[in-house]
């Protein structure tokens, strides 16, 4: 009788098996070792700790050693001061860009680099208060600001409204009239911010003389109390006889968080445009927040004739960019002198209908040029810095 010899090779399913098990557990030591509670993450984490407290016991020694002696090499950092009338042009304040804590009188800041007596350079940014003892590390994203400061960029501008020039409409810029607002209205400025009634109350900005051929930035930063919808720059021509006198108009819309850029009657080609006739030569965009509340919101357009592009900032925060048609870009008006910018008013409808911004303005600027996303971001950073400085001075 013939003997059956024993199968001892792995079956190809026994393999398969294997190579799983072994692809999971290979998965599950990756996450172990890189994952947000992995072992690599903890150990950075704990040396990171551990560098922060060494640096702040280096800082807080520095401290001690000034007292103690006369030093110079133990006096470290810059000395900050409120913006205060006894202070003058002599005051330098840091702001905390997450959380807008503002730090002055009686702290010093140190920045990273800083050399320490027997220690070294700092890797982080701090704020100390020599009387008290305390010692604060910041976190990498921090504004300063001191006397003469600009709280935007100068090059290329326009129209500047911001909270330094705010209260003197004459500084706002050649070609910039102020309309609506009347001595003892109830509105205008109050030290902290302009208020606008929504009745007959903007800004028009002629261009005489201005290249706007390569394109534009407009940054607008207001709260909208009573909740309208806000019309932040349009290219406006006023007579009631002409049915449609808006070219170009920009608003926020503020139901559904979402800015709607219309340029003339043409097909704008965009893929933020509506795929219906009736809103082909809009452009929307939705954002993540809007102009009520307190603090308001801060939007930046850029529309970059040269290239055909439309990009949307939040809060200094890049949002999104479109192309468009050449022909909607220059046919709705951006670079025709003869027709001024308007800021809280625009044309509406298929019949002449005038709409007013109903706002607190906190800031506005036109540039004719497109600023870059830094140059945005820091514009952003400091204007809010300096307003936030404006409302706690007022609440002092």
């Known amino acids: 009788m013939k003997k059956l010899r024993k199968n001892t090779g792995i079956t190809l399913i026994a393999l398969v098996v294997t190579i799983v098990i072994l692809l999971i557990l290979a998965g599950v030591s990756i996450s172990m070792l890189t994952g947000h509670n992995g072992i690599l993450t903890q150990a950075q984490n704990a040396k990171e700790e551990t560098e922060i407290a060494s640096e702040k016991e280096a800082i807080q020694l ?13 006096d470290i950092g810059e000395e900050l001061r409120d913006r205060t009338l006894s202070n003058g042009d002599n005051w330098k ?14 702290w010093k800041y140190v920045d990273k680099g800083t050399n320490l007596e027997n220690y070294g350079e700092t890797k982080y940014k701090w704020v100390i208060n020599e009387e008290t ?39 706002w810029g050649d ?34 003389g201005v290249n706007i051929d390569s394109g534009i930035t407009f940054e607008f930063y207001c709260s909208a109390p009573n909740g309208r919808d ?62 009520q509340g ?64 109903e706002i607190d303005l906190y800031a506005c600027r036109l540039y004719n040029k497109v600023l870059t996303s830094e140059e945005i971001k820091d514009n952003y950073n400091k204007t809010v810095t300096y307003h936030n400085v404006l409302v706690q001075d007022e609440n002092k």
């Not at 609506?180 to 903007?202: L, P």
């Open 133 to 171: 003892g305390d010692v604060v590390r910041l976190p990498d994203e921090v504004t300063k600001l001191s006397y003469g400061d600009n709280l935007g960029v100068k090059d290329g501008i326009v129209l500047n409204v911001d909270p330094i020039n705010m209260g003197d409409n004459s500084s």
């Open 294 to 357: 307190e603090d308001g919101g801060y939007i930046t357009v850029t529309a970059d004739i040269k290239n055909n592009k439309v990009a949307v900032y939040w809060n200094g925060e890049f949002k999104g960019e479109t192309t468009c048609s050449h022909d909607w870009m220059i046919n709705g008006g951006l670079t025709d002198s003869s027709i001024p910018f308007t800021i809280g008013l625009v044309i509406s409808g298929t019949s002449y209908s005038e709409n007013y911004s």
């Open 230 to 291: 806000i019309f932040m720059l349009g290219k406006t021509i006023r007579n009631p006889e002409i049915s449609w006198t808006n070219k170009f108009r920009m608003q926020f819309l503020q139901s559904i968080k979402r800015l709607n850029c219309c340029m003339s009657g043409l097909d704008s080609m965009s893929d933020w445009k509506e795929n219906n006739i009736l809103n082909k030569h809009w452009i929307k965009k939705n954002v993540e927040g809007n102009f």
């Open 93 to 106: 304040i840091v702001s905390v860009n997450e959380t807008k804590e503002i730090y002055g009188t009686g």
């Open 62 to 74: 520095t401290i001690i050693n000034k007292e103690s002696t006369d030093n110079s090499k133990y």
């Open 175 to 208: 070609g910039v009239t102020l309309y609506g607002v009347e001595e003892g209205d109830g509105y205008g400025w109050n030290g902290t911010e302009f208020k606008f009634d929504g009745q007959n109350d903007y800004i028009e900005v002629y261009t005489d």
